[in-house]
């Protein structure tokens, strides 16, 4: 059964750092890419960032571009998010999600993400 | 970036009656577009990829078409525990998501 477990969410201040964790299980991690999508407070899904399977290519939405940073560790099983930065408008329920598609090459074809963590819930105020 | 916009943001709807979503791209995809369900506190479900293609385990109610620009979901026969936001979701590109509409049971 895959099972994806985000972890490392929590209060902090603007301007503070913080390092989201999500814990994979019930397939070969390394075969896919990753994402990080994160919910604002009664709005609608936004994507955030993404990973190849291998870690070698990432990719972010302008609004955290040069302040996120996506990695993995394939043999830990475990996708990461460092969010430095942090604003009142980064305030969000964080999901990690499996993407069905394939990188390869450099280059990654995306499909639909066909399973999603619980979220966690990072929290930007003073 | 491709923008995806759902139409209506909101609809309230009595059971057994059908329900369409549709969400159109600034851009053409294809079929890479993929319909989600979330329900309050729950993380989002797949309902059907790439358009029109189902998934194992979603009742039958559930359906997908469209190609290019313009997409719909229907829900034949909506029940109450389809109450939800429905979401859009485009994989042609880095992703991106429509908006969300809400389906209320009256």
């Known amino acids: 059964e895959v099972q994806l477990v985000e972890s490392g969410g929590g209060l902090v201040q603007p301007g503070g750092s913080l390092r989201l964790s999500c814990a994979a299980s019930g397939f070969t991690f390394s075969s896919y890419a990753m994402s990080w999508v994160r919910q604002a407070p009664g709005k609608g899904l936004e994507w955030v960032s993404a990973?190849?399977?291998?870690?070698?290519?990432?990719y972010y939405a302008d609004s955290v571009k040069g302040r996120f940073t996506i990695s993995r560790d394939n043999s830990k099983n475990t996708l990461y998010l460092q969010m430095n930065s942090l604003r009142a408008e980064d305030t969000a329920v964080y999901y990690c999600?499996?993407?069905?598609?394939?990188?390869?090459?450099?280059?990654?074809?995306?499909?639909?993400?066909?399973?999603w963590g619980q979220g966690t819930l990072v929290t930007v105020s003073s | 970036e491709i923008v995806l916009t759902q139409s209506p943001d909101f609809q309230s709807v009595t059971p057994k009656e059908k329900v369409t979503i549709t969400c159109r791209a600034s851009?053409?995809?294809?079929?890479?577009l993929h319909w989600y369900q979330q329900k309050p506190d729950q993380s989002p479900k797949l309902l059907i990829k790439?358009?029109?293609q189902s998934i194992s385990g979603v009742p039958s109610r559930f359906s997908g078409s469209g190609s290019g620009t313009d997409f719909t979901l229907t829900i034949n026969s909506l029940e109450a525990e389809d109450a939800a936001a429905y979401y859009c979701h485009q994989s042609s590109s880095l992703p991106t998501f429509g908006q969300g509409t809400k389906v209320e049971i009256k």
């Open positions: 851009q053409s995809i294809g079929s890479s």
């Open positions: 990973i190849s399977g291998s870690g070698g290519s990432t």
């Open positions: 999600a499996k993407d069905e598609g394939v990188c390869t090459g450099g280059v990654c074809y995306w499909s639909y993400f066909d399973y």
């Open positions: 790439y358009a029109s």
